[in-house]
Protein backbone atom coordinates (compact mmCIF):
# COMPACT_ATOMS: atom_id res chain seq x y z
CA UNK A 1 0.00 0.00 0.00
CA UNK A 2 2.97 2.60 0.45
CA UNK A 3 4.82 1.41 -2.89
CA UNK A 4 1.43 2.36 -4.26
CA UNK A 5 0.84 5.67 -2.42
CA UNK A 6 4.20 6.25 -3.80
CA UNK A 7 3.81 5.58 -7.16
CA UNK A 8 0.79 7.76 -7.54
CA UNK A 9 2.58 10.92 -5.61
CA UNK A 10 5.82 10.30 -7.99
CA UNK A 11 2.56 10.30 -10.76
CA UNK A 12 1.16 13.79 -9.40
CA UNK A 13 4.29 15.20 -9.74
CA UNK A 14 4.77 14.62 -13.19
CA UNK A 15 1.45 15.24 -14.14
CA UNK A 16 2.04 18.60 -12.40
CA UNK A 17 5.15 19.87 -13.88
CA UNK A 18 3.89 18.79 -17.06
CA UNK A 19 0.79 20.48 -16.80
CA UNK A 20 2.63 23.57 -15.69
CA UNK A 21 5.16 23.66 -18.39
CA UNK A 22 3.03 23.28 -21.41
CA UNK A 23 -0.38 25.20 -20.28
CA UNK A 24 -0.25 27.84 -23.10
CA UNK A 25 2.98 27.09 -24.25
CA UNK A 26 2.20 29.24 -27.34
CA UNK A 27 1.50 32.44 -25.48
CA UNK A 28 3.62 35.27 -26.81
CA UNK A 29 4.22 34.27 -30.70
CA UNK A 30 7.77 35.77 -29.93
CA UNK A 31 11.22 35.42 -29.08
CA UNK A 32 11.42 35.34 -25.31
CA UNK A 33 14.68 36.31 -23.91
CA UNK A 34 17.28 34.22 -25.16
CA UNK A 35 15.40 32.25 -27.58
CA UNK A 36 17.06 34.83 -30.27
CA UNK A 37 19.90 32.50 -30.02
CA UNK A 38 18.91 29.10 -29.10
CA UNK A 39 15.85 29.34 -31.43
CA UNK A 40 17.76 30.67 -34.06
CA UNK A 41 20.47 28.24 -33.28
CA UNK A 42 18.45 25.08 -33.62
CA UNK A 43 16.59 26.20 -36.71
CA UNK A 44 20.01 26.76 -37.83
CA UNK A 45 21.40 23.30 -37.96
CA UNK A 46 17.87 22.20 -39.90
CA UNK A 47 19.19 24.76 -42.91
CA UNK A 48 22.35 23.79 -42.71
CA UNK A 49 23.12 27.76 -42.12
CA UNK A 50 26.85 27.79 -40.21
CA UNK A 51 26.86 30.32 -37.30
CA UNK A 52 28.95 30.97 -34.33
CA UNK A 53 27.92 29.55 -30.70
CA UNK A 54 29.48 30.59 -27.56
CA UNK A 55 28.49 27.38 -25.80
CA UNK A 56 29.05 23.35 -26.58
CA UNK A 57 26.02 22.39 -29.10
CA UNK A 58 24.00 19.71 -27.30
CA UNK A 59 21.01 21.84 -26.32
CA UNK A 60 21.19 23.39 -29.71
CA UNK A 61 20.80 19.83 -31.41
CA UNK A 62 17.88 18.96 -29.10
CA UNK A 63 16.01 22.05 -29.81
CA UNK A 64 16.52 21.44 -33.44
CA UNK A 65 15.01 18.04 -32.65
CA UNK A 66 12.09 19.32 -30.96
CA UNK A 67 11.98 21.82 -34.18
CA UNK A 68 11.66 19.12 -36.55
CA UNK A 69 9.16 16.59 -34.96
CA UNK A 70 6.80 19.75 -33.65
CA UNK A 71 6.82 20.45 -37.33
CA UNK A 72 5.24 17.05 -38.63
CA UNK A 73 2.89 16.79 -35.46
CA UNK A 74 -0.85 18.18 -36.31
CA UNK A 75 -0.49 20.41 -33.33
CA UNK A 76 0.63 23.90 -31.55
CA UNK A 77 0.50 25.23 -35.27
CA UNK A 78 -2.56 28.31 -34.89
CA UNK A 79 0.20 30.86 -34.28
CA UNK A 80 3.61 31.16 -36.41
CA UNK A 81 6.73 33.39 -37.32
CA UNK A 82 9.75 33.58 -38.94
CA UNK A 83 12.03 34.92 -36.30
CA UNK A 84 14.14 32.11 -36.12
CA UNK A 85 14.91 32.63 -39.96
CA UNK A 86 12.21 29.69 -40.72
CA UNK A 87 8.16 29.82 -40.34
CA UNK A 88 7.88 28.17 -36.89
CA UNK A 89 5.10 28.28 -34.63
CA UNK A 90 6.47 29.10 -30.94
CA UNK A 91 4.87 25.70 -29.81
CA UNK A 92 7.29 23.89 -32.20
CA UNK A 93 10.76 25.69 -30.43
CA UNK A 94 9.38 24.68 -27.19
CA UNK A 95 8.08 21.51 -26.69
CA UNK A 96 10.88 19.78 -25.92
CA UNK A 97 12.19 21.56 -23.44
CA UNK A 98 8.95 21.71 -21.55
CA UNK A 99 8.44 17.93 -21.38
CA UNK A 100 12.04 17.52 -20.40
CA UNK A 101 12.02 20.16 -17.75
CA UNK A 102 9.06 18.11 -16.98
CA UNK A 103 11.48 15.41 -15.50
CA UNK A 104 13.92 17.19 -13.59
CA UNK A 105 11.16 16.87 -10.49
CA UNK A 106 11.23 13.40 -10.50
CA UNK A 107 15.18 12.94 -10.94
CA UNK A 108 15.47 14.85 -7.50
CA UNK A 109 13.07 12.74 -5.92
CA UNK A 110 15.17 9.88 -7.37
CA UNK A 111 17.99 11.06 -5.87
CA UNK A 112 16.66 12.01 -2.46
CA UNK A 113 15.60 8.26 -2.15
CA UNK A 114 18.60 7.00 -3.48
CA UNK A 115 20.44 8.72 -0.77
CA UNK A 116 18.16 7.85 1.74
CA UNK A 117 15.49 5.19 0.96
CA UNK A 118 12.88 7.12 2.27
CA UNK A 119 9.96 7.45 0.51
CA UNK A 120 8.59 10.67 1.90
CA UNK A 121 12.13 12.44 1.47
CA UNK A 122 11.97 11.71 -2.34
CA UNK A 123 7.99 12.92 -2.22
CA UNK A 124 9.21 16.10 -1.03
CA UNK A 125 11.86 16.85 -2.91
CA UNK A 126 10.00 16.06 -5.99
CA UNK A 127 7.03 18.59 -5.27
CA UNK A 128 9.61 21.11 -3.67
CA UNK A 129 11.13 21.09 -6.94
CA UNK A 130 7.72 21.55 -9.44
CA UNK A 131 6.71 24.21 -6.94
CA UNK A 132 9.71 26.24 -8.18
CA UNK A 133 9.46 29.03 -10.66
CA UNK A 134 12.47 29.68 -12.39
CA UNK A 135 12.45 26.03 -13.41
CA UNK A 136 9.34 26.39 -15.02
CA UNK A 137 9.65 29.74 -16.61
CA UNK A 138 13.08 27.96 -18.18
CA UNK A 139 11.43 25.03 -19.05
CA UNK A 140 8.86 26.78 -20.83
CA UNK A 141 11.07 28.35 -23.29
CA UNK A 142 13.71 27.32 -25.97
CA UNK A 143 16.33 27.86 -23.55
CA UNK A 144 19.40 25.56 -22.55
CA UNK A 145 19.89 25.86 -18.82
CA UNK A 146 17.47 23.13 -17.91
CA UNK A 147 19.86 20.36 -19.80
CA UNK A 148 22.59 21.30 -17.78
CA UNK A 149 20.65 20.35 -14.98
CA UNK A 150 18.52 17.29 -16.46
CA UNK A 151 22.38 15.77 -17.48
CA UNK A 152 24.20 16.65 -14.38
CA UNK A 153 21.45 15.04 -11.76
CA UNK A 154 21.38 12.16 -14.09
CA UNK A 155 25.49 11.73 -13.98
CA UNK A 156 24.63 12.08 -9.85
CA UNK A 157 21.73 9.39 -9.97
CA UNK A 158 23.14 6.73 -11.86
CA UNK A 159 26.30 6.97 -9.81
CA UNK A 160 24.33 6.83 -6.58
CA UNK A 161 22.92 3.33 -8.44
CA UNK A 162 26.17 2.46 -9.53
CA UNK A 163 27.29 2.46 -5.92
CA UNK A 164 24.27 0.65 -4.72
CA UNK A 165 25.19 -2.34 -7.45
CA UNK A 166 28.14 -4.72 -7.64
CA UNK A 167 30.55 -6.08 -10.71
CA UNK A 168 29.12 -5.44 -14.41
CA UNK A 169 26.30 -3.72 -13.15
CA UNK A 170 27.89 -1.34 -10.96
CA UNK A 171 30.22 -0.56 -14.20
CA UNK A 172 27.39 -0.26 -16.54
CA UNK A 173 25.86 2.31 -14.17
CA UNK A 174 28.87 4.25 -14.03
CA UNK A 175 29.50 4.37 -17.67
CA UNK A 176 26.23 5.91 -17.96
CA UNK A 177 26.73 8.39 -14.98
CA UNK A 178 30.06 9.55 -17.20
CA UNK A 179 27.92 9.82 -20.74
CA UNK A 180 25.44 11.94 -18.76
CA UNK A 181 27.79 14.34 -16.68
CA UNK A 182 29.57 14.92 -20.51
CA UNK A 183 26.53 15.69 -22.18
CA UNK A 184 25.86 18.55 -19.23
CA UNK A 185 29.43 19.89 -19.55
CA UNK A 186 28.42 19.65 -23.60
CA UNK A 187 25.23 21.76 -23.12
CA UNK A 188 27.33 24.56 -21.11
CA UNK A 189 31.11 24.33 -19.38
CA UNK A 190 29.77 25.01 -15.91
CA UNK A 191 27.77 21.02 -16.32
CA UNK A 192 31.19 20.32 -15.26
CA UNK A 193 30.30 21.39 -11.59
CA UNK A 194 28.05 18.35 -11.31
CA UNK A 195 31.10 16.44 -12.37
CA UNK A 196 33.23 18.20 -9.82
CA UNK A 197 31.03 17.58 -7.12
CA UNK A 198 30.90 14.01 -7.39
CA UNK A 199 34.31 14.01 -7.14
CA UNK A 200 34.50 15.98 -4.00
CA UNK A 201 32.21 13.61 -2.23
CA UNK A 202 34.33 10.49 -3.23
CA UNK A 203 37.38 12.68 -1.75
CA UNK A 204 35.62 13.31 1.45
CA UNK A 205 34.83 9.40 1.53
CA UNK A 206 38.41 8.46 1.40
CA UNK A 207 39.48 11.16 3.82
CA UNK A 208 36.88 9.75 6.62
CA UNK A 209 37.87 6.43 5.90
CA UNK A 210 41.56 7.64 6.21
CA UNK A 211 41.11 9.59 9.50
CA UNK A 212 39.16 6.73 11.09
CA UNK A 213 42.51 4.80 10.95
CA UNK A 214 43.90 6.88 13.22
CA UNK A 215 41.26 8.73 15.21
CA UNK A 216 40.05 7.14 18.27
CA UNK A 217 36.54 5.75 17.29
CA UNK A 218 33.47 6.51 19.45
CA UNK A 219 31.98 3.06 19.65
CA UNK A 220 29.10 3.75 22.25
CA UNK A 221 27.32 0.61 24.22
CA UNK A 222 24.18 1.61 22.40
CA UNK A 223 23.69 2.61 19.59
CA UNK A 224 22.97 6.48 18.96
CA UNK A 225 22.52 8.88 15.83
CA UNK A 226 25.75 11.01 15.72
CA UNK A 227 24.86 13.55 13.28
CA UNK A 228 21.91 14.79 16.27
CA UNK A 229 22.97 13.26 19.12
CA UNK A 230 23.34 16.94 20.73
CA UNK A 231 19.95 17.90 19.02
CA UNK A 232 17.58 14.88 19.53
CA UNK A 233 14.88 16.86 20.44
CA UNK A 234 15.07 19.20 17.92
CA UNK A 235 14.34 16.32 15.13
CA UNK A 236 13.81 13.41 17.38
CA UNK A 237 11.60 11.11 14.77
CA UNK A 238 8.02 9.39 15.66
CA UNK A 239 8.51 5.68 15.84
CA UNK A 240 6.14 4.86 18.99
CA UNK A 241 6.91 1.58 19.67
CA UNK A 242 10.49 1.35 17.62
CA UNK A 243 13.92 2.30 19.41
CA UNK A 244 14.60 4.66 16.63
CA UNK A 245 18.08 4.57 17.60
CA UNK A 246 18.45 1.26 16.50
CA UNK A 247 16.16 1.61 13.37
CA UNK A 248 18.38 4.13 11.96
CA UNK A 249 21.94 2.45 11.84
CA UNK A 250 20.41 -0.28 9.88
CA UNK A 251 19.15 1.97 7.18
CA UNK A 252 22.56 2.02 4.74
CA UNK A 253 23.29 4.71 1.86
CA UNK A 254 25.02 4.29 -1.28
CA UNK A 255 27.30 6.84 -0.15
CA UNK A 256 29.03 4.60 2.31
CA UNK A 257 30.41 2.50 -0.44
CA UNK A 258 32.09 5.36 -2.18
CA UNK A 259 35.33 4.15 -1.23
CA UNK A 260 35.15 1.17 -2.84
CA UNK A 261 35.77 3.11 -5.94
CA UNK A 262 39.00 2.68 -6.98
CA UNK A 263 41.30 5.72 -8.57
CA UNK A 264 41.47 3.82 -11.98
CA UNK A 265 37.48 3.53 -12.37
CA UNK A 266 37.05 7.28 -11.42
CA UNK A 267 39.60 8.55 -13.93
CA UNK A 268 38.15 6.02 -16.83
CA UNK A 269 34.35 6.50 -16.11
CA UNK A 270 34.23 9.64 -14.72
CA UNK A 271 37.19 11.13 -16.69
CA UNK A 272 37.89 10.03 -19.75
CA UNK A 273 34.50 8.97 -20.57
CA UNK A 274 32.73 12.47 -20.05
CA UNK A 275 35.91 13.51 -22.10
CA UNK A 276 35.45 11.70 -25.14
CA UNK A 277 31.21 11.89 -24.97
CA UNK A 278 32.22 16.05 -25.05
CA UNK A 279 34.11 15.91 -27.89
CA UNK A 280 31.94 13.79 -29.85
CA UNK A 281 29.40 15.90 -29.14
CA UNK A 282 30.84 18.68 -31.60
CA UNK A 283 31.24 16.68 -34.31
CA UNK A 284 28.12 17.85 -36.27
CA UNK A 285 28.58 21.35 -35.27
CA UNK A 286 31.71 21.28 -37.07
CA UNK A 287 31.30 19.46 -40.34
CA UNK A 288 28.14 22.41 -40.77
CA UNK A 289 31.13 25.65 -39.60
CA UNK A 290 34.47 24.73 -41.37
CA UNK A 291 35.72 28.03 -39.89
CA UNK A 292 37.01 26.61 -36.85
CA UNK A 293 38.74 23.13 -35.66
CA UNK A 294 38.28 22.01 -32.52
CA UNK A 295 40.51 23.54 -30.66
CA UNK A 296 40.06 27.17 -32.52
CA UNK A 297 36.72 27.19 -31.66
CA UNK A 298 37.06 26.65 -28.11
CA UNK A 299 39.26 29.61 -28.49
CA UNK A 300 36.79 31.59 -29.85
CA UNK A 301 34.34 31.13 -27.06
CA UNK A 302 36.54 31.41 -24.37
CA UNK A 303 37.72 34.98 -26.03
CA UNK A 304 33.75 35.50 -26.39
CA UNK A 305 33.23 35.45 -22.45
CA UNK A 306 36.24 36.98 -21.23
CA UNK A 307 35.03 40.46 -23.28
CA UNK A 308 31.58 40.48 -21.81
CA UNK A 309 32.72 42.69 -19.13
CA UNK A 310 31.96 42.86 -15.82
CA UNK A 311 29.30 42.57 -13.57
CA UNK A 312 27.84 45.78 -13.06
CA UNK A 313 24.71 47.08 -14.39
CA UNK A 314 26.76 49.17 -16.99
CA UNK A 315 27.56 46.38 -18.94
CA UNK A 316 24.06 44.48 -18.54
CA UNK A 317 21.08 45.63 -16.53
CA UNK A 318 20.52 42.26 -14.88
CA UNK A 319 24.15 41.57 -13.72
CA UNK A 320 24.01 39.36 -10.88
CA UNK A 321 27.37 38.25 -9.20
CA UNK A 322 27.79 35.03 -7.38
CA UNK A 323 26.96 36.11 -3.78
CA UNK A 324 23.66 37.84 -5.11
CA UNK A 325 21.99 34.44 -6.08
CA UNK A 326 21.26 32.99 -2.49
CA UNK A 327 18.99 35.41 -1.45
CA UNK A 328 17.77 35.74 -4.85
CA UNK A 329 18.29 39.97 -5.04
CA UNK A 330 18.45 40.13 -8.84
CA UNK A 331 16.20 38.40 -10.28
CA UNK A 332 15.65 39.44 -14.18
CA UNK A 333 12.79 39.90 -17.05
CA UNK A 334 12.94 37.71 -19.70
CA UNK A 335 9.48 39.47 -20.99
CA UNK A 336 7.63 42.48 -20.21
CA UNK A 337 4.82 43.89 -22.21
CA UNK A 338 1.83 45.92 -21.37
CA UNK A 339 -1.70 46.20 -22.96
CA UNK A 340 -5.08 48.70 -22.20
CA UNK A 341 -6.63 46.11 -21.72
CA UNK A 342 -7.03 42.02 -21.12
CA UNK A 343 -8.92 41.75 -24.38
CA UNK A 344 -6.44 43.42 -26.85
CA UNK A 345 -4.05 40.98 -28.61
CA UNK A 346 -1.22 39.87 -26.45
CA UNK A 347 1.86 42.54 -27.01
CA UNK A 348 4.72 40.53 -28.77
CA UNK A 349 6.20 42.86 -31.10
CA UNK A 350 7.51 46.59 -30.48
CA UNK A 351 8.28 48.14 -27.45
CA UNK A 352 5.73 48.65 -24.19
CA UNK A 353 3.53 51.27 -24.16
CA UNK A 354 4.58 54.48 -22.20
CA UNK A 355 5.25 54.30 -18.84
CA UNK A 356 1.91 54.49 -16.89
CA UNK A 357 -0.24 54.20 -20.02
CA UNK A 358 -0.63 50.31 -20.10
CA UNK A 359 -3.20 49.20 -17.69
CA UNK A 360 -2.40 45.50 -18.31
CA UNK A 361 0.72 44.08 -17.81
CA UNK A 362 2.38 40.60 -18.98
CA UNK A 363 5.68 39.88 -17.23
CA UNK A 364 7.47 36.60 -17.85
CA UNK A 365 9.58 37.05 -15.11
CA UNK A 366 12.75 34.28 -14.34
CA UNK A 367 12.71 33.98 -10.47
CA UNK A 368 12.42 31.48 -8.19
CA UNK A 369 9.90 30.46 -5.43
CA UNK A 370 11.32 32.91 -2.86
CA UNK A 371 10.08 30.97 0.38
CA UNK A 372 11.43 27.64 -1.33
CA UNK A 373 14.92 29.75 -2.31
CA UNK A 374 15.18 31.64 1.11
CA UNK A 375 14.02 27.71 3.55
CA UNK A 376 16.37 25.90 1.19
CA UNK A 377 19.34 28.73 1.90
CA UNK A 378 18.30 28.05 5.79
CA UNK A 379 18.80 24.19 5.42
CA UNK A 380 22.22 24.37 3.86
CA UNK A 381 23.75 26.52 7.10
CA UNK A 382 21.67 24.13 9.17
CA UNK A 383 23.20 21.46 7.87
CA UNK A 384 26.49 23.10 7.80
CA UNK A 385 25.92 23.73 11.29
CA UNK A 386 25.37 20.00 11.83
CA UNK A 387 28.47 18.68 10.46
CA UNK A 388 30.74 21.18 12.32
CA UNK A 389 29.21 20.68 15.70
CA UNK A 390 29.57 17.02 15.21
CA UNK A 391 33.03 17.63 14.83
CA UNK A 392 33.63 20.35 17.31
CA UNK A 393 31.31 19.27 20.50
CA UNK A 394 33.44 15.90 20.63
CA UNK A 395 36.98 17.76 20.65
CA UNK A 396 35.44 20.56 23.25
CA UNK A 397 34.08 17.61 25.56
CA UNK A 398 36.62 15.09 25.43
CA UNK A 399 39.41 17.02 24.29
CA UNK A 400 40.35 14.40 21.31
CA UNK A 401 39.42 13.91 18.05
CA UNK A 402 36.74 11.35 17.25
CA UNK A 403 34.62 9.56 14.89
CA UNK A 404 31.77 7.68 14.96
CA UNK A 405 32.83 4.12 13.67
CA UNK A 406 30.28 4.63 11.09
CA UNK A 407 28.55 7.47 9.71
CA UNK A 408 25.02 8.03 9.63
CA UNK A 409 22.65 8.11 6.65
CA UNK A 410 22.19 11.83 7.59
CA UNK A 411 25.88 12.64 7.86
CA UNK A 412 26.20 10.77 4.51
CA UNK A 413 23.65 13.05 3.11
CA UNK A 414 24.77 16.15 4.71
CA UNK A 415 28.06 15.96 3.36
CA UNK A 416 26.67 15.26 -0.45
CA UNK A 417 24.48 18.29 -0.39
CA UNK A 418 27.06 20.08 1.01
CA UNK A 419 29.80 19.29 -1.21
CA UNK A 420 27.39 19.44 -4.58
CA UNK A 421 26.43 22.83 -3.20
CA UNK A 422 29.91 24.01 -2.98
CA UNK A 423 30.99 22.57 -5.80
CA UNK A 424 28.32 23.97 -8.33
CA UNK A 425 28.47 27.66 -6.37
CA UNK A 426 32.17 28.37 -5.28
CA UNK A 427 33.81 28.38 -8.88
CA UNK A 428 31.50 31.30 -9.96
CA UNK A 429 33.06 33.23 -6.98
CA UNK A 430 36.41 34.05 -9.62
CA UNK A 431 34.45 34.95 -12.44
CA UNK A 432 34.28 38.37 -13.03
CA UNK A 433 32.23 38.54 -16.41
CA UNK A 434 28.68 39.80 -16.23
CA UNK A 435 26.65 36.66 -14.80
CA UNK A 436 23.06 36.22 -14.34
CA UNK A 437 20.51 34.44 -11.62
CA UNK A 438 19.78 31.40 -13.80
CA UNK A 439 23.19 30.45 -13.75
CA UNK A 440 22.12 29.63 -9.48
CA UNK A 441 20.42 26.57 -11.14
CA UNK A 442 22.92 24.12 -11.16
CA UNK A 443 23.71 24.81 -6.95
CA UNK A 444 19.70 25.44 -6.29
CA UNK A 445 18.77 22.24 -6.75
CA UNK A 446 21.02 21.04 -3.36
CA UNK A 447 18.92 24.02 -1.52
CA UNK A 448 16.12 21.64 -2.73
CA UNK A 449 16.99 18.99 -1.52
CA UNK A 450 18.31 20.15 2.00
CA UNK A 451 14.79 21.82 2.62
CA UNK A 452 12.82 18.64 1.76
CA UNK A 453 15.22 16.35 3.73
CA UNK A 454 14.51 18.81 7.16
CA UNK A 455 11.07 19.36 6.52
CA UNK A 456 10.94 15.30 6.70
CA UNK A 457 12.78 15.43 9.68
CA UNK A 458 10.59 17.49 11.41
CA UNK A 459 7.45 15.94 9.84
CA UNK A 460 8.64 12.35 11.16
CA UNK A 461 9.23 13.92 14.55
CA UNK A 462 8.21 12.85 17.56
CA UNK A 463 7.25 16.67 18.65
CA UNK A 464 4.29 17.76 17.70
CA UNK A 465 5.78 21.64 17.16
CA UNK A 466 8.36 20.05 15.21
CA UNK A 467 5.34 18.34 12.76
CA UNK A 468 3.34 21.54 12.56
CA UNK A 469 7.17 23.46 11.47
CA UNK A 470 7.31 20.86 8.57
CA UNK A 471 3.83 21.37 7.83
CA UNK A 472 4.18 25.05 8.12
CA UNK A 473 6.88 25.60 5.91
CA UNK A 474 5.64 22.97 2.89
CA UNK A 475 2.53 25.55 2.84
CA UNK A 476 4.20 28.38 2.94
CA UNK A 477 6.01 27.35 -0.19
CA UNK A 478 3.20 26.12 -1.78
CA UNK A 479 1.39 29.04 -1.34
CA UNK A 480 4.26 31.25 -3.13
CA UNK A 481 4.60 29.24 -5.69
CA UNK A 482 0.56 29.93 -6.28
CA UNK A 483 0.87 33.60 -5.34
CA UNK A 484 3.64 34.40 -7.91
CA UNK A 485 2.71 31.32 -10.79
CA UNK A 486 1.31 35.09 -12.86
CA UNK A 487 4.69 35.99 -13.54
CA UNK A 488 6.05 32.77 -14.12
CA UNK A 489 3.62 32.29 -16.82
CA UNK A 490 2.82 35.93 -18.13
CA UNK A 491 -0.41 35.67 -17.21
CA UNK A 492 -2.25 39.48 -17.30
CA UNK A 493 -2.03 41.11 -14.07
CA UNK A 494 -3.31 44.56 -13.65
CA UNK A 495 -1.17 47.12 -11.89
CA UNK A 496 -2.14 46.62 -8.89
CA UNK A 497 -1.37 42.73 -8.19
CA UNK A 498 1.97 43.19 -10.61
CA UNK A 499 3.09 45.59 -8.06
CA UNK A 500 2.03 43.36 -5.36
CA UNK A 501 4.64 40.56 -6.50
CA UNK A 502 7.69 42.70 -6.91
CA UNK A 503 7.95 42.76 -2.96
CA UNK A 504 11.74 44.99 -3.85
CA UNK A 505 13.04 47.48 -6.11
CA UNK A 506 16.14 45.37 -7.40
CA UNK A 507 13.41 42.71 -8.57
CA UNK A 508 12.45 44.72 -10.83
Known sequence: MIKNWFRIGIAGIFILSLSLRFWGLERFNTLVFDEVYFAKFGNNYLTHTPFFNAHPPLSQYIIAIGIWIGSHLPIGHDTVNSLTGSLRSPW??????????????????????????????????????????????????????????????????????????????????????????????????????????????WIAAWIIRWLQSFAVIDQPKQPRIPLFSYLRPLIALSTANLDENIRLTKIQTPLQNLTQLSISQ?????????????????????????????????????????????????????????????????????????????????????????????????????????????????????????????????????????????????????????????????????????VFIYHYMCPVVFTFLAIAWLVDQCIRSYYWQFRAIGITISFTILVGFLFWMPIYLGLPLSANDYKLRIWFQSWI
Not at 294 to 309: K, N, T
Not at 320 to 331: D, F, G, Q, S
Open 266 to 434: MLFYLGIIPAVVYSIIWIPHLQLDKRYGFIAVHQQILQFHLHMGGNSPSVHPYCAPWYKWPLMTRPMAYYYQTAQKITDPLPVFGPPLPSGAGKIFYDVHAMGNPFLWWFGVAAIIFLFGMLVSQILVPWVRQNRFSLPATLSVDTWIALYLLLNYAANLLPWVKVTRC
Open 92 to 201: SYRWLNALTGSFIPLVIAAIAYQLSYRRSFALLAGFFTAFDGLFLVESRYALNNIYIVIFGLLGQWFLLLALSKQKQQRLFWLALSGIAFGASSGTKWNGLWFLLGAYFI
